[in-house]
């Protein structure tokens, strides 16, 4: 069993930053591909950004590649979304999660999920 707990968000003004933070319990978490999704009511959870625990490849959504950037400290079991120039339809509950993921970007192939925390971007 693998706990996410996430950190970071909160309100921002449009352009600007907010850094997001997931902190997994188990250690063997560089094992795991880590991933951010985020979902607004009404809609369906959008995957945002992921990275591999072996060779730390990335991959994002071209909805916010170039402006965000994801990374991991798999001494600190830790996670991170690097978030610039925030756009209001950023705002959203954003999503850690983890598992042994074969579909980067669809969010059934993650086993593990943190509770999520609100982003909200201001115009």
Not at 35 to 45: A, D, S
Not at 81 to 92: I, R, V, Y
């Amino acid at each position: 069993q693998v706990q996410l707990v996430e950190s970071g968000g909160g309100l921002v003004q449009a352009g600007g930053s907010l850094r997001l933070s997931c902190a997994a319990s188990r250690r063997t978490f560089s094992n795991y591909v880590m991933g951010w999704f985020r979902h607004v009511p009404g809609k369906e959870r959008e995957f945002v950004a992921a990275i591999r625990g072996s060779s730390s490849s990335t991959y994002y959504a071209d909805s916010v590649k170039g402006r965000f950037t994801i990374s991991r400290d798999n001494a600190r079991n830790t996670m991170y979304l690097q978030m610039n120039s925030l756009k209001p339809e950023d705002t959203a509950v954003y999503y850690c999660a983890a598992g042994r993921v074969a579909f980067i970007g669809t969010a059934r192939e993650y086993e593990y999920w943190g509770q999520g925390t609100q982003v909200t971007v201001s115009s």
